[in-house]
Structures are given as C-alpha cells and as structure tokens.
C-alpha cells in the first residue's frame, strides 16, 4: 500500500506540472552563440539541448561559422562569451525498502532542491583555436570547481578537417552527452554502472559521463556525415600511478550519418565506441597509507558497445530515436569484499544500455519537447559467484516534458517536468529490491 501511496503523491505532482504550464506567463533565455552570430536556438538545436545537424557541425568546427564572422575583433562590441545557466528545481525523491532502527522503511521526502549554477565560458581565441572553461557549484555547500576547460585546435593540417586536438578536461564524445541530457533526474545507467559486492569496495571509479583530463584527437568530413574520436585521458579519482601519463584510459568512437529525401526517415547514424580505463591496484605507502602517483599493476574498467539514430519527419521537428547498447566488466583485483583487503572471485561483467525518444511537435519549433528513455542493466557474471544472478540489475524509466516559454538571441527559458523510477535488483534490506522514484518541476534558464 505504501507503494501505490506513492504513485499517487507522484501522478498528482505531475498533474500540478501540467497545470502549471498552461498559467504561468512568458519570459527569456539562450547562451552566448546566439548572441554572437545573431541566431536563434532553432539553428543549432533541435530540443533543448540536443544538438542538431548545424548545431553538430558548428561544434566540432570549433565553434565557428566560417563566414567571415567568427574573429572575436570584428564581433559587436556587445558581445561577451559568457553565459548563465541555473534550474531552480521542486524535486520529490522516495526510496523504498530502506533499514531503520524502527525497521524496514519506505522514505519520501521533497523540496526546492539546492542548485548549482554553470558559468558557460566559450568562443574563438582566434582562426581555428577556440575554448571552453565552465566553472559550476556555487551552491550553498560554497563548492566550486572547473567542470570543464580546454583548448581546442582546428584544422590543424592545412585546411582538412580530419585532425583536431583539444586539450583538457572535457567530456568525451559520447553517443549522449552525460552532462547536457534531456533528463535532469537520472544519469545515463550504461555510462556510470559497476558491478556490486555487497559491503564491499570498487577501486574504480570510472564513469563514461565524466568529464576526463587529457587529449582529444577528433576528424570529420566536409558535411560532418563521417565522424572519429580518441581520446586519451587519466582516469578520474584515481590516486595516480607511475606512468607518464598517470592511470592511462582511453576511449574511440566513430560515427555515420546517412541522408534522406524521400520516406518517412530524413537521416540515420551507425557508430561504435569503446574505452578502457586504468586504475592501480598496488601502492607505496607512508604509515601504511598509500602514496598518491605511486601506483602500479594496472587493471582495467572496460565498456564498448554500438549505437543507431533514426530522425522520423522532417529533421527540423523530427521525432528521434537513439539506442545504445554496451558490456563492460572490471577487473577482480579492482572489486573488494568487505574486508577491505580480499578480492572478488572473478571479473565481474554486465551488459546494459538505454532507449531514448525525443519528439518536437513541429506546429510550435522547439517550444514543447516530449521525451521517454528506458535505462537496463543486466550483470552477466557476478564477482561475487555465491551472489544471486540478479543481483544489482537495474530497470529505470524516465518520462518528461520541456516548454520553452520564449527564446531569442540572447536568452532562453523553459519549464522542465519529469518523473522517474529506477528498481534495483536484492540491495535493499535483507535482499529486497529498492525502487527509487521522484519527481521535478524546474525552471531551465540561461542568459
């Protein structure tokens, strides 16, 4: 009964969403680009904030047009690379079958949710050398640090655009960003997932979302349809180990897009991607405490996998469909039992991936975005051999919709409601599953 109790409180709060949207009057939003280059968001986007052909495009050109209006000097004196964004959010989260000392539990709470702001930082220094440095946090725990910052070289062999490096921390080339998705509730389960041992430890702590410090080398054809990405990187919260490049990680991804001008799909993507990264596994010590950068014996967090993109309707107000599938496993001498010291009997390995649909209406451009997305993990082999087959598989939905209420060249607002739920196979107490649902009713803007 608790259970159904709360599909009532969440269907009632995504009732009040709806209602919302229908009262609330117009405002404004968009980031520095637009201003720039005189461009509404419809150019580079087909939701908000999914990147669309020109969008893609301008992007790996290195945030250039070349048309003869990308040098900073001749832009209009108002123009400041700069831009804000921030979602204040009502967010409703329940978890179920959680231990307390008056017994096992099923816990709902809400509330205006702490937000953190991203301080956008981007443009071109000067002809085929641009940036992007994006501090976030600044939240009430006063954490602020660089989630991103690089510096991204174009066309570095004459005019062919087949070899660009970036150099930094940045997000590597995803099949889905990880750090601009639609979903603002739940994270991409494929990119972030580590087999479990119960009571026990990881030492990796590798998540394919993150943003990772190192190179980039990236290629594409004059229409961007033939796409490639390597980056090498080190492996992030890693103690670091005694190599040049400490905890040395890698990841690849290719893409092709496909055209069409006649039938119900206007375009379609095949790609491949994969990445392993590194952590150490054996340290020199201090007082017994291991000694940062002193790491050796390797061992290796994998995932790689495939993807396809179909665009239905006009690529302008399509309805999208991109589906990524992948395995993984890690490495035993990386999964600790709860003792800390021993190892798990085996590599543990899973296989997983999402489903994600995106709609725009196209009566009303890139003002209402519908979307679904269906995450699954499913553990293959367990560390663990005595460990239940299913243990920590997961199933997670997520449903939501975005009105942008106004955009212009200079700003952009919308409203953002979601709902979510994520079941968890044998984590809660005494080996119950754990669902964990919420709820978010946000105001997405950046100026």
């Not at 000392?101 to 443009?123: C, F, H, T, Y």
Request: with cysteine; aromatic share 12%.
């Amino acid at each position: 009964m608790a259970r159904k109790g709360s599909l009532q409180v969440i269907l009632q709060l995504a009732v009040f969403a709806l209602v919302m949207f229908v009262f609330v009057s117009p405002a404004s939003a968009i980031p520095a680009f637009a201003r720039k280059y005189s461009l509404r968001c419809t150019a580079c986007h087909e939701a908000w904030p999914v990147l669309n052909d020109f969008g893609r495009s301008f992007r790996d050109n290195g945030y250039q047009l070349r048309l003869g209006r990308d040098d900073t000097v001749t832009a209009d004196p108002g123009y400041w690379p700069v831009a804000v964004h921030i979602v204040p959010t009502y967010l409703y989260t329940k978890v179920t079958n959680q231990s307390t000392d008056q017994g096992v539990k099923d816990i709902g709470s809400g509330g205006v949710a702490d937000a953190g702001m991203d301080l956008l930082m981007a443009g071109v220094l000067t002809k085929n050398i641009s940036f992007l440095v994006v501090p976030t946090g600044f939240a009430s725990d006063g954490n602020v640090h660089l989630e991103s910052y690089w510096a991204y070289f174009s066309r570095v062999i004459k005019n062919s655009d087949w070899l660009n490096i970036r150099i930094g921390q940045h997000e590597v080339d995803l099949p889905a960003s990880g750090h601009r998705p639609l979903s603002l509730t739940d994270s991409y389960l494929l990119y972030s997932y580590h087999p479990g041992v119960p009571d026990g430890e990881n030492l990796s702590a590798y998540d394919m979302g993150e943003n990772q410090k190192g190179l980039e080398f990236m290629g594409h054809d004059a229409k961007d349809l033939t796409r490639y990405s390597v980056s090498v990187f080190s492996a992030q919260d890693s103690l670091g180990s005694r190599n040049a490049l400490s905890s040395p990680s890698f990841y690849g991804h290719f893409q092709k897009y496909f055209r069409f001008n006649d039938g119900p799909i206007s375009e379609a993507e095949v790609g491949i991607w994969g990445a392993q990264a590194n952590y150490p596994t054996e340290f020199l010590t201090s007082d017994g405490a291991p000694i940062p950068g002193s790491g050796s014996h390797l061992q290796a967090s994998t995932r790689y996998g495939v993807e396809a993109n179909i665009w239905i309707g006009p690529t302008v107000a399509p309805l999208h469909l991109d589906l990524v599938y992948g395995h993984g496993s890690d490495k035993k001498s990386l999964l600790l039992t709860d003792d800390g010291v021993t190892t798990a009997d085996r590599d543990g390995t899973w296989n997983g991936g999402f489903l994600e649909a995106i709609w725009v209406p196209p009566t009303d451009l890139l003002h209402w975005s519908i979307f679904g997305r269906y995450d699954l993990i499913r553990n293959q082999k367990q560390p663990l051999i005595a460990a239940p087959s299913n243990y920590n598989d997961q199933d997670q939905w997520t449903l939501g919709v975005i009105y942008t209420l106004a955009y212009s060249i200079r700003d952009e607002v919308a409203f953002h409601a979601e709902i979510s739920s994520n079941k968890i196979k044998g984590i809660g107490e005494g080996g119950l599953d754990q669902r964990t649902d919420s709820i978010m009713l946000g105001v997405d803007f950046a100026y």
